[in-house]
């Protein structure tokens, strides 16, 4: 099956810095990317829709600005967490659809921890 | 609206037995997709499998089967032959035309030897 990278997987950083997750597609080429924020024994949220070459689409409530999104290659998007707080730790995690049909499936990456400080 | 219901946060069953893990969804969409995904403690989702709404047969892959009634909107997850190592989270989900894949609270399994 197709397999998706992130890079961390865990971080510990000091609030008020910014931090970058990495999402690879390894063995695939991916159009969209998506990133969802899991709460502790809570369900994935989506945050944001990443198409390579455009701006991201963010759900409501998300702050564009704060949550950083770059889809610079078919497979690679990164997340920036910028100006952390302690309200922002969270399990990240991206998702790479294998094709460019809406049905395609969406293959997960292991999610990165962020506990801020 | 689109929303994904699993009523069941817990299920515990014995090793080798045969377990269902129920979904039923909701959408007004006349073409969608239901995906079943695991998480283990480490946290990575798993894709196990996907039934199109336009699928005739239920979709099968390996031990997962899922049961499919469009006119109940279910679809349940039935695996056979539980192992241990299928003790993990798992999460229901649609995707509709909006192309955004809907999360249900997911069920929590627990296979005992």
């Known amino acids: 099956g197709a397999v998706v990278s992130q890079h961390p997987s865990w971080v510990i950083c000091k609030s008020g810095t910014s931090v970058k997750i990495e999402c690879r597609s390894l063995?695939?080429?991916?159009?969209?990317m998506f990133w969802y924020r899991q709460f502790p024994k809570q369900s994935l949220m989506l945050m944001a829709t990443?198409?390579?070459?455009?701006?991201?689409?963010?759900e409501q409530g998300v702050e564009k600005d704060k949550f950083l999104i770059n889809h610079a290659s078919l497979t690679l998007s990164t997340l920036t967490v910028t100006s952390a707080h302690p309200e922002d730790s969270s399990f990240y995690i991206c998702?790479?659809?294998?094709?460019?049909?809406?049905?395609?499936?969406?293959?997960f990456g292991p999610g990165t921890r962020l506990t801020v400080l | 609206a689109q929303k994904i219901t699993q009523t069941q946060p817990g299920m515990f069953v014995q090793e080798k037995e045969a377990v269902t893990l129920d979904c039923t969804y909701d959408?007004?969409?006349?073409?969608?997709?239901l995906f079943w995904y695991k998480q283990p403690s480490s946290g990575e989702m798993i894709f196990l499998i996907y039934?199109?709404?336009?699928?005739?047969q239920n979709a099968t892959e390996g031990r997962y089967s899922l049961n499919f009634q469009k006119a109940r909107k279910s679809a349940n997850l039935v695996i056979s032959a539980s192992q241990l190592g299928d003790s993990a989270m798992y999460f229901c989900?649609?995707?509709?035309?909006?192309?955004?894949?809907?999360f249900g609270t997911g069920t929590r399994l627990q296979v005992f030897p």
């Open positions: 039934q199109g709404s336009y699928d005739e």
């Open positions: 998702s790479a659809r294998d094709g460019d049909r809406v049905t395609d499936t969406q293959y």
């Open positions: 063995d695939f080429q991916a159009t969209t």
């Open positions: 989900a649609i995707l509709p035309d909006t192309d955004k894949l809907i």
């Open positions: 959408t007004s969409d006349q073409s969608y997709g």
């Open positions: 990443s198409n390579e070459g455009s701006k991201a689409t963010y």
